[in-house]
C-alpha cells in the first residue's frame, strides 16, 4: 500500500483532532467524574464492594483491549481504510453508553458494568484506528503539536459536558437545586441518580454527532486487499512485528516503559473520582467540580505540552509529565479526613461550610491539580513519541501494539487496587498500589532512546 503521506486540507486535520473532541466525555463524564463515582457511592449500599466490582470492570476490559489490539491494527494496516472499522465500534460504543440510563438505584449492578465493558472496549479499538491515521496527516515534526492539541480539545469537550451536568441536570439532593440555583432540566431526580444516569445518553449523543467530521473531511488510507485475506496477512504480520522488536529494541522499551506508567495512569483516571466520592462522600456536584478544574487545567497543560514537545521533545513532556504523576498519587493517598502527608501534618476537621469545606478536601483539591497537568501531556506525547518511531506502513500494526502496551498489564494495576482493597478494607492501599506502575515505567523510560524508531545492529554485525 501507499508509504507516502498525504496533504490533507485543514479541515481533515481538524476532523482527526475532533475525534478526541468527541471520545473524551465518555471518560470524562461517565467513567470518572459523575457516573463511576454514582457507582460507588448511590447505586449499592456497598461503597467499598461497589468500587471493587467497577476495577473488577476495567480488568475485564484492560485484557480483552490488551488480546485484541494489536491483531486488529495489523489487520487494518493490510485492509486499508480505518473509518469502517471506527464506524462499527462507534456504534456498538453509542449504544452501551446510553443504555446505562436504565442503571437505577437498587437495580442489577451486572448490567451496567456489562455496558461499561463492551462501552470501554469499543472505544479504545476506535482510538486505535484514529491513532495510526496520525502520521499520514501531519509531518514527523507536527506530530507532537497535533497530538497535544487534540487531547486539549478532548478534555475542553469533556468539561464542557461535564459543566452542563453540573450548572444544567445535577441537583443537590438537600435543596433540589442545581448548582447555578435552577431546578434540573427534564426534572431529573437525583435520589433516583437520574443526575448521574443521564451522562450515558449525553455522552453517546455528543460521540454521534462530533465524530461525523472526522468521516466527512479527513483522508484515510487507499483500498487494501480483501477482509479475508486481509485477517490472514495481518496475523502474519503481527507474529513478524512481535519478532521484529527483538532487534528493534528502542521501540520494545519504549512500549514496555508506556506499558507500565499507562496503568498507572489508567487506574488514576478510573479510580480517582471514585476514591474521593468514598473518602469525602462528593455527590455528583463536587465530583464535577473536582473534574471541571481538572480540565481546566488540562487543556492549558495540553497546549504548553505541544509548544514543549517541539524544544523538548515527547520524551521530554512524558518524563515530567510522570515525575508530577508520582507526587500527586502520593500526596492523594496521604490524605484524609484531617490528615495530609499520612498524618505527619494535622488538618482541621471543621467544614466552613459550601463545596470543599474541609482541609483535607481542599489539599485533595491541590494534589488533583498535578494530574490536571499531567495526565494530559503524558498521553499525548506518548501518541506522539511513537509517531516519530514509526513508518506510515506499519503505523496500523504499531498502534495496535500500543494500544495493547497501554492496556496489557492495566488489568494487574485494577486487580492489585482491587485485591488490596478486599484484603485490607481500605481503597486508599489499593491506589498506593498505581505508584509502583507509574514509578517503574519511568525508570525504564530514562534508559530508552529517542525517537525509538531506528533499527539498532545486533552484537554479531
Request: proline share 6%; with cysteine; net charge positive.
Amino acid at each position: 500500500m501507499d508509504d507516502a503521506p498525504v496533504k490533507p486540507h485543514r479541515r481533515g486535520i481538524w476532523g482527526w483532532m475532533l475525534f478526541d473532541w468527541a471520545a473524551q466525555p465518555f471518560f470524562t463524564v461517565v467513567t470518572t467524574f459523575v457516573f463511576g463515582p454514582y457507582f460507588v457511592s448511590r447505586l449499592t449500599s456497598d461503597p467499598v464492594s461497589a468500587q471493587a466490582a467497577w476495577s473488577n470492570m476495567a480488568t475485564i476490559s484492560s485484557i480483552v483491549i490488551a488480546i485484541l489490539s494489536p491483531v486488529l491494527g495489523s489487520i487494518a494496516d493490510q485492509s486499508g481504510p480505518r473509518k469502517p472499522w471506527i464506524a462499527f465500534f462507534a456504534a456498538i460504543k453509542i449504544t452501551s453508553v446510553a443504555l446505562l440510563w436504565f442503571a437505577a438505584p437498587g437495580s442489577p449492578i451486572i448490567w451496567p458494568l456489562a455496558f461499561m465493558i463492551f462501552a470501554s472496549i469499543a472505544a479504545e479499538f476506535s482510538t486505535v484506528f484514529n491513532d495510526s491515521m496520525m502520521p499520514r496527516l501531519v509531518s514527523a515534526n507536527e506530530v507532537g503539536r497535533i497530538s497535544n492539541i487534540a487531547w486539549g480539545l478532548g478534555y475542553l469537550g469533556g468539561m464542557i459536558v461535564l459543566i452542563a451536568v453540573v450548572t444544567l441536570l445535577a441537583a443537590n439532593p438537600d435543596t433540589g437545586v442545581t448548582l447555578i440555583g435552577m431546578p434540573p432540566l427534564f426534572g431529573l431526580d437525583p435520589h433516583l441518580g437520574e443526575d448521574a444516569r443521564i451522562t450515558g445518553p449525553i455522552s453517546a449523543l455528543w460521540y454521534l454527532v462530533f465524530i461525523l467530521p472526522m468521516f466527512l473531511f479527513t483522508p484515510d488510507a487507499g483500498k487494501g486487499v480483501p477482509l479475508g485475506k486481509a485477517v490472514r496477512s495481518g496475523l502474519r504480520e503481527l507474529s513478524g512485528t512481535l519478532r521484529e522488536l527483538k532487534r528493534r529494541t528502542g521501540i520494545a522499551k519504549f512500549l514496555v516503559a508506556r506499558m507500565l506508567y499507562q496503568d498507572g495512569v489508567n487506574g488514576l483516571l478510573i479510580l480517582g473520582g471514585t476514591f474521593a466520592a468514598g473518602m469525602f462522600g462528593w455527590a455528583t456536584i463536587e465530583i464535577g467540580i473536582f473534574g471541571i478544574i481538572l480540565n481546566v487545567v488540562a487543556i492549558f497543560s495540553c497546549i504548553a505540552a505541544g509548544w514543549l514537545d517541539r524544544f523538548l521533545g515527547s520524551k521530554g513532556v512524558v518524563v515530567i509529565s510522570l515525575v508530577l504523576l508520582i507526587i500527586a498519587t502520593l500526596g492523594i493517598i496521604s490524605t484524609g479526613p484531617g490528615f495530609v502527608f499520612f498524618g505527619l501534618l494535622p488538618l482541621s476537621t471543621e467544614d466552613g461550610g459550601g463545596l470543599f469545606g474541609t482541609a483535607a478536601e481542599k489539599a485533595y483539591i491541590l494534589f488533583g491539580l498535578l494530574i490536571g497537568i499531567a495526565f494530559g501531556p503524558v498521553q499525548a506525547s506518548s501518541r506522539s513519541y511513537l509517531a516519530r518511531s514509526v513508518s506510515l506502513s506499519e503505523a496500523g500494526r504499531y498502534f495496535g501494539i500500543y494500544a495493547l502496551s497501554g492496556r496489557a498489564t492495566s488489568f494487574m494495576a485494577t486487580l492489585f487496587f482491587s485485591m488490596a482493597t478486599y484484603a485490607s478494607g481500605s481503597a486508599r492501599l489499593g491506589m498506593s498500589t498505581l505508584i509502583i506502575f507509574l514509578a517503574a515505567g519511568l525508570a525504564l523510560l530514562l534508559v530508552t532512546p529517542y525517537p525509538a524508531g531506528r533499527p539498532e545492529k545486533s552484537p554479531a554485525q
